[in-house]
């Protein structure tokens, strides 16, 4: 499968090449993570003084494995001992084996690599309007997220950016326990905005080698951490522009949050950037200092719970109140690619908003529309070459490489003073543009293929280029093939506003079903990945000036405010959100500030259509979840299905973990009766494999005031959708009640496929809506 890289899909290719295994290099010693049982309560009131016994308590029970204490103090690099209990550790490979039969270990698993996965949007979700923020915007019901504590897990910040000053902010909130953790870097300072950051590379240290000093520091020389915090949690910066275009006010979802980063995301090396020793760090340390709400855009491949660090670091984190959002990967349009699948994470995917930069590019008497975000632009009424880049491909490239336009595949001899055509895939757009110019093309028009349909995407090229969709492309191929010397133009790009329809779902973002396999375990009865979709395309935020916004060494600029595009850009959406809720409903839990954002999202777009896929067919739950969200009604839903951790120790249960398992979330008892997974109170209701009928049981939660509630539903074709009673009356706020929600077949062959349909209790104020999503099993 093709990688775009940064810029592209770049942020995130969530592939995980376990390369402890695959490394040559390390072919005896390797990092593992050792899982021992939990600690009995989720809570932690542990001393200082309790770290350092479990601490030594580690090094004891490794000490007995390799005949010495000191040996054990020597290889063990992160000691997890708040939330989590384990630890990271240097170790043979026979060792390891031997530990993971100890009784007392859970498990114990390599420390594996993941990969890492603006202002208009919170305009574009109601947020502000023209002439200012109406009454019923979250952003003054919140007081724009006033001291409550977002963080990310990511490659760091850049401290100096705007979006992380502290005009006119209060002292630093008293609960907050993190540190400010310079490292080498004596530059990097924190203030009563960023109010804290930490790195860890201990990890990474153990998988790639000796680091030297200049890793010791929290800073983003990457760009995607600043970009993803300042999305987020950043505050208002007047006249935020790339390169001129879409000039506005930055701003982030809570713009008067505090902000934290936790740096766990490195160089790639060996393809990985993320190693889940330092994610599991990063998460301990989060829950620690007084985190509220994390962002986590990066991830890897589907994998069972119990050794996926990112489901264990955030399992922890929700049963402490700290809300996880995460991004659903960059690995669509095909079906089954989307990650993060932990019920207690919000899982977010990608959409676009209603906003455009286009660039046309003209031949013929045709002028089709493409997007950029290119500095430079061509000169009016002058005609450029306009060539196929195979045309112009250098002895020694494949065709193929001269197609995709990969650095040196093009001979300058045969591009220069040309515009060229290059193909989208496999290397990063903006690097196509970098490979072009250095030929000495005049320009260059990127051309999705098939399967990125209609999804183009404005990039801050290194040269004037635009971007246009697949049916483009093919008139503009078939021209080129016509004509003997074609020629043609490419016009500066615009900012163009209120660009209908939007949103619609990036042919990027990953798409459900749960692709964890049944065979493995029968963990597939999680539900809707994605669970929600928000703005991920041609995001402005801040960015790291110690790299280009290409990232290629040949691209000297620098910009404070880049366009980024991926489900880690609309992952840090949903987190702002989060945040504005937490400040709104201090007393809501995880689970109910998730509830809120599903059930009042949107499914059509702002024609009013239901809400499309890239090649525009309509799309459904499995790519945008529940719809887009919608912030003003999340904060008065009316009514939220809540969980407590248990609730998710006894979906483990069901779909099959035993107690050993469980273990590393906690010391858990399945409970006797036997609970069925889809009884979990999700906000939304999956049933992969419905053979005649299935009741399921849901428990809905007051937050709002006195009322009754009605329930109306659209049932799945070829299925029988009931529920029972269709009335609830809530007396008093807080106050639970169940209902159950009877699915049978009447149609196999209709719903072979995944069926949609959905319910909705409204009391003529609220509409409580999820979406019911069934497969009749074959
Ligand atoms: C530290 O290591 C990096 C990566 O290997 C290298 O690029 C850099 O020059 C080194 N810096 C110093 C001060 O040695
Ligand atoms: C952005 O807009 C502001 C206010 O309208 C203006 O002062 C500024 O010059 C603009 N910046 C750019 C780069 O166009
Ligand atoms: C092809 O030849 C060019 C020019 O000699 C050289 O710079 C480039 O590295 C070669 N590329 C490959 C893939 O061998
Ligand atoms: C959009 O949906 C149609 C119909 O389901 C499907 O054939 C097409 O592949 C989808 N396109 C993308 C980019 O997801
Ligand atoms: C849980 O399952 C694992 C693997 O199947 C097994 O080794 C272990 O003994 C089981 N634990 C319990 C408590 O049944």
Redo the contacts with the bound molecule.
Sequence with gaps: MGIEKRATFLPFVLIIVSSLYQSPTFAAEKSFIVYLGAHSTYDSELSAVTDERITESHYELLGSFLQSKEKARDSIFYSYTRYINGFAAILEEDDAVRISQDPRVVSVFPNRGRKLHTTRSWRFLGLEQDGGIPKESLWSKAKFGEDVIIANLDTGVWPESASFRDDGMGPIPARWKGICQKGSDHKFNCNRKLIGARYFNKGFGAAVGQLNATFNSPRDNEGHGTHTLSTAGGGFVPGASVFGYGNGTAKGGSPRARVAAYKVCWPPIYGNECYESDILAGFEAAIKDGVDVLSVSLGGDPMDYFNDGIAVGSFHAVANGVTVVASAGNSGPAAGTVSNLAPWLVTVGASTMDREFPSYVSFGRKKLKGESLSAEYLPKNKLFPLIHSQDAK????STSDAELCLL??LDPKKAKGKIIVCMRGFNARVEKGVAVKLAGGAGMVLVNDESTGDETIADAHVLPATHITFSDGLKLLSFLKASKSPLGTISRPRTSLDVKPAPFMAAFSSVGPNPINPEILKANQRLFPPDITAPGVSVIAAFTEATSPTDLDFDKRRIPFNAESGTSMSCPHIAGIAGLLKSSHPEWSPSAIKSAIITTARTRANNLEPINNATFSKSNPFGYGAGQVRPNRADDPGLVYDMIPDDYLNFLCAVGYNSSFIAVFKKYNCPTKRTVAEDLNYPTITIPNLVSSITVTRRLKNVGLPGTYTVRWRQPMGVDLRVEPRRLTFAKKGEEKTFTVKLTLKDKSAAEDYVFGWISWSDGKHDVKSPVTVKAKW
């Design positions: 250098t002895v020694n490239a040196e595949s």
